[in-house]
Nanobody, 116 residues
């Protein structure tokens, strides 16, 4: 089992920045991909950014160039740096992790609100 705990989040004005953190514990040696997802009211949970153990990253088109995902292996933590935030970025953000056997784990979710 893997446990994920998110931190950061809150309210920021449009154009501002925010950083989310996700710390993993438990069977972390089995993880090969970590990421951030978000879900706005009435919408599906969508991928925001993902990072693999190789260091390769991928981003949703809507955040490309504004958001950056990174990982600190020593701290078992990955981050989502969000810059130039827009009201449409408001959502509940979830960190996620995937094991080699495709088992997925999720954090509890954290609210990000961008005011106009």
């Amino acid at each position: 089992q893997v446990q994920l705990v998110e931190s950061g989040g809150g309210t920021v004005q449009a154009g501002g920045s925010m950083r989310l953190s996700c710390t993993a514990s438990g069977r972390i040696f089995s993880l090969y991909a970590m990421g951030w997802f978000r879900q706005a009211p009435g919408k599906d949970r969508d991928l925001v950014a993902r990072i693999w153990l190789s260091g390769q990253t991928t981003y949703a088109d809507s955040v490309q160039g504004r958001f950056s995902i990174s990982r600190d292996a020593a701290k078992n933590t990955w981050y989502l740096q969000m810059n130039t935030l827009k009201p449409e970025d408001s959502a509940v953000y979830y960190c996620g992790a995937t094991e080699y056997d495709a088992t997925e784990y999720w954090g509890q979710g954290i609210q990000v609100t961008v005011s106009s």
